[in-house]
Protein backbone atom coordinates (compact mmCIF):
# COMPACT_ATOMS: atom_id res chain seq x y z
CA UNK A 1 0.00 0.00 0.00
CA UNK A 2 2.84 2.71 1.19
CA UNK A 3 4.41 2.08 -2.58
CA UNK A 4 1.23 2.65 -4.18
CA UNK A 5 0.28 5.66 -2.28
CA UNK A 6 4.14 7.05 -2.89
CA UNK A 7 3.23 6.00 -6.78
CA UNK A 8 0.29 8.57 -6.29
CA UNK A 9 2.22 10.93 -4.74
CA UNK A 10 5.20 11.26 -7.43
CA UNK A 11 2.07 11.84 -9.61
CA UNK A 12 0.76 14.51 -7.99
CA UNK A 13 4.21 15.93 -7.68
CA UNK A 14 4.55 15.87 -11.07
CA UNK A 15 1.41 16.94 -12.02
CA UNK A 16 2.13 20.69 -10.31
CA UNK A 17 2.10 23.25 -12.64
CA UNK A 18 4.81 25.80 -11.70
CA UNK A 19 5.45 27.37 -14.63
CA UNK A 20 1.01 28.02 -14.90
CA UNK A 21 1.33 29.19 -11.53
CA UNK A 22 4.01 31.32 -10.97
CA UNK A 23 2.51 33.16 -14.12
CA UNK A 24 -0.95 33.72 -13.15
CA UNK A 25 -0.06 34.41 -9.34
CA UNK A 26 3.14 36.93 -10.49
CA UNK A 27 2.21 37.80 -13.71
CA UNK A 28 -0.69 37.90 -14.02
CA UNK A 29 -0.17 35.96 -17.03
CA UNK A 30 -1.86 32.18 -18.62
CA UNK A 31 0.84 30.63 -19.75
CA UNK A 32 -1.70 28.86 -22.11
CA UNK A 33 -2.02 32.07 -23.99
CA UNK A 34 0.83 33.19 -24.84
CA UNK A 35 3.51 31.94 -26.94
CA UNK A 36 3.89 28.12 -28.06
CA UNK A 37 0.54 27.64 -25.04
CA UNK A 38 2.90 25.49 -23.09
CA UNK A 39 3.27 25.57 -19.14
CA UNK A 40 7.07 24.21 -19.47
CA UNK A 41 10.55 26.11 -19.12
CA UNK A 42 11.02 27.50 -22.57
CA UNK A 43 7.82 28.66 -22.97
CA UNK A 44 7.90 30.12 -19.20
CA UNK A 45 11.81 31.75 -20.37
CA UNK A 46 10.03 33.30 -23.09
CA UNK A 47 7.17 34.75 -21.47
CA UNK A 48 7.78 35.45 -18.02
CA UNK A 49 11.91 36.29 -18.47
CA UNK A 50 15.02 34.80 -17.51
CA UNK A 51 14.21 34.86 -13.79
CA UNK A 52 10.65 33.11 -13.58
CA UNK A 53 12.06 30.90 -16.51
CA UNK A 54 14.94 29.84 -14.29
CA UNK A 55 12.77 29.08 -11.09
CA UNK A 56 10.45 27.10 -13.63
CA UNK A 57 12.85 24.68 -14.72
CA UNK A 58 15.43 24.25 -11.51
CA UNK A 59 11.08 23.58 -9.81
CA UNK A 60 10.29 21.26 -12.84
CA UNK A 61 13.94 19.56 -12.88
CA UNK A 62 13.38 18.81 -9.08
CA UNK A 63 10.18 17.19 -9.63
CA UNK A 64 11.77 14.32 -11.72
CA UNK A 65 15.05 14.13 -9.10
CA UNK A 66 12.83 13.87 -5.65
CA UNK A 67 10.45 11.48 -7.22
CA UNK A 68 13.53 9.45 -8.34
CA UNK A 69 14.79 9.88 -4.74
CA UNK A 70 11.58 9.58 -3.07
CA UNK A 71 12.07 5.64 -2.14
CA UNK A 72 15.69 5.86 -1.53
CA UNK A 73 15.04 8.66 0.85
CA UNK A 74 11.35 7.02 2.50
CA UNK A 75 13.67 2.94 2.33
CA UNK A 76 11.52 1.67 0.22
CA UNK A 77 12.76 -1.43 -1.86
CA UNK A 78 11.35 -4.31 -4.49
CA UNK A 79 10.58 -1.29 -6.69
CA UNK A 80 12.95 0.60 -8.91
CA UNK A 81 13.20 4.43 -8.25
CA UNK A 82 12.58 4.93 -12.10
CA UNK A 83 9.20 4.20 -11.94
CA UNK A 84 8.64 6.84 -9.24
CA UNK A 85 10.55 9.33 -11.61
CA UNK A 86 8.36 8.11 -14.55
CA UNK A 87 4.98 9.11 -12.46
CA UNK A 88 5.86 12.18 -12.20
CA UNK A 89 6.74 12.55 -16.06
CA UNK A 90 3.79 11.42 -16.65
CA UNK A 91 2.21 13.63 -14.09
CA UNK A 92 4.16 16.94 -15.84
CA UNK A 93 2.78 16.17 -18.76
CA UNK A 94 -0.96 15.26 -18.44
CA UNK A 95 -1.48 17.50 -15.29
CA UNK A 96 -4.63 17.16 -13.13
CA UNK A 97 -4.13 20.57 -11.85
CA UNK A 98 -4.51 21.77 -15.55
CA UNK A 99 -6.87 19.80 -17.37
CA UNK A 100 -4.28 17.00 -17.99
CA UNK A 101 -2.33 19.51 -19.84
CA UNK A 102 1.72 19.93 -19.01
CA UNK A 103 4.91 20.51 -20.45
CA UNK A 104 6.84 18.93 -22.85
CA UNK A 105 8.42 16.70 -20.16
CA UNK A 106 12.50 17.80 -20.90
CA UNK A 107 12.85 19.04 -17.54
CA UNK A 108 11.40 16.48 -15.18
CA UNK A 109 12.91 14.04 -17.21
CA UNK A 110 15.70 15.57 -17.16
CA UNK A 111 15.23 15.25 -12.90
CA UNK A 112 14.81 11.43 -13.42
CA UNK A 113 18.34 11.25 -15.00
CA UNK A 114 19.85 13.68 -12.26
CA UNK A 115 18.74 11.31 -9.60
CA UNK A 116 19.25 7.77 -11.35
CA UNK A 117 22.23 8.40 -12.81
CA UNK A 118 24.39 11.77 -12.64
CA UNK A 119 27.26 11.12 -15.18
CA UNK A 120 24.65 10.32 -17.58
CA UNK A 121 22.68 13.21 -17.20
CA UNK A 122 26.19 15.24 -17.43
CA UNK A 123 26.27 13.58 -20.72
CA UNK A 124 22.93 14.57 -21.89
CA UNK A 125 23.61 18.15 -20.80
CA UNK A 126 27.06 18.33 -23.39
CA UNK A 127 24.83 17.00 -26.12
CA UNK A 128 21.94 19.98 -24.98
CA UNK A 129 24.46 22.56 -24.94
CA UNK A 130 26.59 21.39 -28.17
CA UNK A 131 22.79 21.12 -29.96
CA UNK A 132 21.85 24.58 -28.89
CA UNK A 133 24.78 26.40 -30.14
CA UNK A 134 24.83 24.52 -33.18
CA UNK A 135 20.88 25.25 -33.76
CA UNK A 136 19.89 27.97 -31.78
CA UNK A 137 17.03 25.91 -31.08
CA UNK A 138 15.68 24.64 -27.72
CA UNK A 139 12.79 22.68 -29.10
CA UNK A 140 15.60 20.70 -31.81
CA UNK A 141 18.31 20.33 -28.93
CA UNK A 142 15.65 18.51 -26.49
CA UNK A 143 14.58 16.57 -29.63
CA UNK A 144 18.51 15.57 -30.11
CA UNK A 145 19.27 14.99 -26.26
CA UNK A 146 16.10 12.25 -26.50
CA UNK A 147 17.21 10.29 -29.21
CA UNK A 148 21.34 10.53 -27.49
CA UNK A 149 19.24 8.70 -24.39
CA UNK A 150 18.11 6.06 -27.02
CA UNK A 151 21.75 5.60 -28.35
CA UNK A 152 23.37 5.74 -24.61
CA UNK A 153 20.92 3.13 -23.28
CA UNK A 154 21.66 0.97 -26.68
CA UNK A 155 25.56 1.84 -27.00
CA UNK A 156 26.69 2.64 -23.79
CA UNK A 157 26.78 -0.62 -21.75
CA UNK A 158 28.43 -2.71 -24.54
CA UNK A 159 31.52 -0.67 -24.29
CA UNK A 160 31.21 0.05 -20.17
CA UNK A 161 30.75 3.80 -20.97
CA UNK A 162 28.95 5.71 -18.56
CA UNK A 163 26.50 2.96 -18.55
CA UNK A 164 28.74 -0.32 -17.09
CA UNK A 165 25.82 -2.89 -17.92
CA UNK A 166 22.76 -3.32 -19.68
CA UNK A 167 19.69 -2.62 -16.92
CA UNK A 168 16.43 -3.68 -18.83
CA UNK A 169 14.34 -1.46 -16.63
CA UNK A 170 16.50 0.96 -16.86
CA UNK A 171 16.38 1.12 -20.79
CA UNK A 172 12.67 0.89 -21.05
CA UNK A 173 11.90 3.59 -18.99
CA UNK A 174 14.18 5.93 -20.50
CA UNK A 175 13.06 4.66 -24.09
CA UNK A 176 9.64 5.57 -23.37
CA UNK A 177 10.60 9.19 -21.88
CA UNK A 178 12.74 9.76 -25.23
CA UNK A 179 9.46 9.02 -27.16
CA UNK A 180 7.40 10.99 -24.76
CA UNK A 181 10.05 14.19 -25.32
CA UNK A 182 9.80 13.77 -29.07
CA UNK A 183 6.23 12.88 -29.63
CA UNK A 184 5.68 16.31 -27.37
CA UNK A 185 7.90 18.23 -29.97
CA UNK A 186 5.55 17.22 -33.16
CA UNK A 187 4.35 21.00 -33.83
CA UNK A 188 7.99 21.97 -33.40
CA UNK A 189 9.52 19.36 -35.70
CA UNK A 190 7.05 21.26 -38.67
CA UNK A 191 7.99 24.28 -37.62
CA UNK A 192 11.32 23.87 -38.22
CA UNK A 193 10.40 21.55 -41.23
CA UNK A 194 9.27 25.02 -42.28
CA UNK A 195 12.24 26.92 -41.02
CA UNK A 196 9.99 28.91 -38.75
CA UNK A 197 10.97 27.98 -35.54
CA UNK A 198 11.73 29.71 -32.31
CA UNK A 199 15.58 30.57 -32.07
CA UNK A 200 17.91 31.09 -28.85
CA UNK A 201 19.64 34.74 -29.77
CA UNK A 202 23.07 32.68 -29.74
CA UNK A 203 24.46 30.04 -31.97
CA UNK A 204 24.55 29.26 -35.16
CA UNK A 205 21.36 28.93 -36.55
CA UNK A 206 22.67 25.68 -38.93
CA UNK A 207 19.16 24.99 -39.77
CA UNK A 208 18.93 28.60 -41.26
CA UNK A 209 15.52 29.04 -39.01
CA UNK A 210 13.84 32.57 -40.23
CA UNK A 211 12.84 33.83 -37.04
CA UNK A 212 14.52 35.20 -34.16
Known amino acids: MSVFILLIACYLLGAIPFGLWIGQI ?11 GNTGTTNAFRILGIKAGS ?8 KG ?8 ILHI ?5 LLFGLLAVIGHTFSIFDHFKGGKAVATSAGIILGFSPIFFLYLIVIFILSLWLFSMVSLSSIIAAAFILFGVLIFPSFGFILTSYDLLFSIIMSAISIIIILRH ?11 ESL ?7 SHQKTK
Open 186 to 196: KANLKRIKNQC
Open 55 to 62: LVFIFDLL
Open 77 to 81: HGVSP
Open 65 to 72: TLATLFPL
Open 200 to 206: VPFGLNL
Open 26 to 36: FFKKNLHDYGS
